[in-house]
């Protein structure tokens, strides 16, 4: 594990009343040269998505339900507040994870996927579109979400195009908006409510394929995938999924309720540290609070005295 201590400085002298001090930082198990992380979140936008959560993601006091038979017919989509639908989930669990990322360490992109077959049989383009480019100015990151919530939901489920979107992203390649660093950790956060449907059309296991050599291409690109299945869709046959995270030696959470969605992204981590202490060595002392990110960024309150003190940080 490296661990960086970046406030205070060694040799700091910290004035005033209180006596306690910030220490920040980041700790990290290092899988490339670099010490930065580059993170794509790739989110499902398919027609499906429109389905109510179960949760009250918009916070105005009613949960959305799905409608009756009697006025969506019987394989109706959609939510009566669409403010509750699993896309709204989707995005509200990609913006706790932001939250537990630092952008002085960490660059975020966002990429969506859905994909439409034409009535002649003809792929429509674009299944996959880049919403924003790497970027540590997390503020236009949520405004890009702002964006994909207000389009809303559309079309079939081409997972694998929304794989090699990110990848791409992360490399620069292929007609990437990404500025690429050759050094950087590399990851895809990757959320779904379904199995693949495209590019060919319906449960056609041809689709899973396409899903493995999507892998293949993230893994070459030594990028990890962190999938996520929604729902139980997505779960009735998680071999893509499944395959997905192992070949990139990432990892596959099921979520079977999407309404615990933000609450499961409130627990990933991707840095590999399963336990970090900061105290004061001088005093022998604890830190008062301690906050470690997804990032492996970290933020400390220690107690000091009057006088030189050692700050010791193990992860």
Sequence with gaps: VVVVIDHPQDEAA???????????G????????GFTTDVVFVIDVSGSTSAPSG?????????????????????????SDPGDSILAAEVAAVRRLLSRLDPRFTRVALATFSGQMLDYGVLAENPAVTEIALTNAYEDMQRALDRVLARGPNGATYIAAGIDQATNELLGQNGAFSRADAKSQK???????????????G????????????ADRARNANARVYSFGVGEEA??????????????????????????????????EFADVESLEVRNA?????????????????????????GRNEIEVTA
């Design 235 to 268: 779960l009735s046959g998680p071999l893509a999924l499944l395959e997905l995270a192992r070949l990139t030696d990432g990892t596959f959470t099921p979520v079977r309720d999407p309404a615990l969605l933000s609450d499961v992204f409130a627990e990933v």
């Design 282 to 306: 001088t005093l022998g002392a604890p830190a008062l609070a301690t906050e470690l990110g997804a990032d492996g960024s970290f933020g400390a309150l220690v107690p000091l005295r009057t």
């Design 187 to 201: 990851v895809i956060v990757f959320l779904t409510d379904g199995l693949p449907t495209l590019p060919f059309e």
């Design 14 to 24: 910290l004035g005033g009343t209180d006596a306690t001090a910030v220490v920040a």
């Design 55 to 79: 949760a009250d993601v918009n916070g105005n006091g009613v949960i959305g339900a799905a409608p009756s038979s009697a006025t969506g017919g019987l394989f109706a989509l959609g939510s």
């Design 26 to 33: 980041r700790a990290l198990v290092p899988r490339s040269e």
């Design 203 to 214: 449960n056609d296991p041809r689709n899973t394929i396409t899903v493995l050599r999507a």
